[in-house]
Nanobody, 118 residues
């Protein structure tokens, strides 16, 4: 059973930092790209960042480029999202996501709330 468990969310002041973690299990973590999405109240879920496997290349939404960094530790089956220079508009529930072929599933984590406010 594929499982993703996020942690690390919380309340932070504008300009602050947070690091989110997503612990994965139930599949061969190292061979799949991993993504972070977010959903703000009243808005659609949007892709924040993706990291591939072998090369570890990354892609980011324009709104977070230069402030957020996605990384992975294949030995720990964990993907991270380092968020710096946080803004109130970054407030959202952040979700970890993976599309696997074996098993054939699309899996979301339960989400972790990030609130940026003074």
């Amino acid at each position: 059973q594929v499982q993703l468990v996020e942690s690390g969310g919380g309340l932070v002041q504008p300009g602050g930092s947070l690091r989110l973690s997503c612990a994965a299990s139930g599949f061969t973590f190292s061979v799949y790209a991993m993504s972070w999405y977010r959903q703000a109240p009243g808005k659609e879920r949007e892709l924040v960042a993706t990291i591939t496997t072998a090369s570890g290349s990354t892609n980011y939404a324009d709104s977070v480029k230069g402030r957020f960094t996605i990384s992975r530790d294949n030995a720990k089956n964990t993907v991270y999202l380092q968020m710096n220079s946080l803004k109130p508009e970054d407030t959202a529930v952040y979700y970890c996501y993976v599309r696997t072929l074996s098993p054939n599933t699309r899996t979301w984590g339960q989400g972790t709330q990030v609130t940026v406010s003074s």
